[in-house]
C-alpha cells in the first residue's frame, strides 16, 4: 500500500459526459501528478500540482482540468468525454516538486475509466 | 525516436534466470525511476537512482549518466516477477515525467 488513494475505481460512463476524479496524496506529500495509461499510448504525464499550484502540464487536453485543494488532495476533471478517453488514471505524490532534486513518486492504485 | 526506449519489449524467462531489462534515453535527467506494474494494474515504484547502482533483495538497477543508460536486474528469477517494468525519467529542471514502453516480463515454473 503506498499511501495514495484514489476514487472511483472503476467508472463507466457515456460519450460527452464529465468525470471527476479524485485522489488524496500520502501523508505530508505535497506534489500530486496525474497520469494516463491507455492501451495504444502507454503512460503518459498529464499534469502537476504542488502545495495547491500547478507547476507542470504535460499532454493534457483542454476539456480535462485538475485542481489541488487546501488539504492537498488533488481531483482531475474530464469532460466531452470520447471513446478515446478510456484508460486507467494513476496519480502519484511526493515530497516535494521536482526542481532537479531527485523525488521518488508514489502510485495510486488508479482509476479504471471506460467511456462507451 | 523515442526519448525514453526499453528493451526488451517482452521477455520470458524461466524461474531461476537471470533478468537483464535495459533503458535507454534521450532527455536530460537528475534521476531515473524504475516501475512494476502487475497484471491488475496498479504501479509500484521499485527504485529512483541518480548514479551507481541500488539493490533491494533480488533486484538491482544500474545507471550511467554519461552514456543515458539504466539497467534492471533481477536475480533468480520467480513467476511472482511476471509483470511489466517500466522506466521512467524526468524533463531537466521540469516536472514533466516520460516513460517507456514497458517490458512485459513472464517467468514460467
Known amino acids: 500500500d503506498s499511501g495514495v488513494t484514489q476514487t472511483p475505481k472503476h467508472l463507466i460512463t457515456a460519450t460527452g459526459q464529465r468525470v471527476t476524479l479524485r485522489c488524496s496524496p500520502r501523508s505530508g506529500d505535497l506534489s500530486v501528478y496525474w497520469y494516463q495509461q491507455s492501451l495504444d499510448q502507454g503512460l503518459q504525464f498529464l499534469i502537476q500540482y504542488y502545495n495547491g499550484e500547478e507547476r507542470a502540464k504535460g499532454n493534457i487536453l483542454e476539456r480535462f482540468s485538475a485542481q489541488q485543494f487546501p488539504d492537498l488532495h488533488s481531483e482531475l476533471n474530464l469532460s466531452s468525454l470520447e471513446l478515446g478517453d478510456s484508460a486507467l488514471y494513476f496519480c502519484?505524490?511526493?515530497?516535494?516538486?521536482?526542481?532537479?532534486?531527485?523525488?521518488?513518486?508514489?502510485f495510486g492504485p488508479g482509476t479504471r475509466l471506460t467511456v462507451l | 525516436k523515442n526519448e525514453v526506449e526499453q528493451s526488451p519489449q517482452n521477455l520470458t524467462a524461466q524461474e531461476g534466470e537471470f533478468i537483464t531489462i535495459n533503458c535507454s534515453y534521450s532527455?536530460?535527467?537528475?534521476?531515473l525511476h524504475w516501475l512494476q506494474q502487475h497484471p491488475g494494474g496498479g504501479i509500484v515504484s521499485l527504485f529512483m537512482?541518480?548514479?551507481g547502482k541500488k539493490k533491494h533483495g533480488r533486484l538491482i538497477a544500474t545507471i550511467n549518466i554519461q552514456e543515458k543508460h539504466s539497467s534492471l536486474h533481477i536475480t533468480a528469477s520467480h513467476p511472482r516477477d511476471s509483470a511489466v517494468y517500466i522506466c521512467a525519467v524526468p524533463t531537466y529542471n521540469n516536472n514533466d515525467m516520460r516513460f517507456g514502453a514497458g517490458t512485459r516480463l513472464t517467468v514460467k515454473p
Open positions: 532527455v536530460g535527467i537528475s534521476a
Open positions: 502519484a505524490s511526493s515530497r516535494r516538486t521536482y526542481t532537479g532534486t531527485p523525488n521518488e513518486q508514489f
Open positions: 537512482l541518480s548514479s
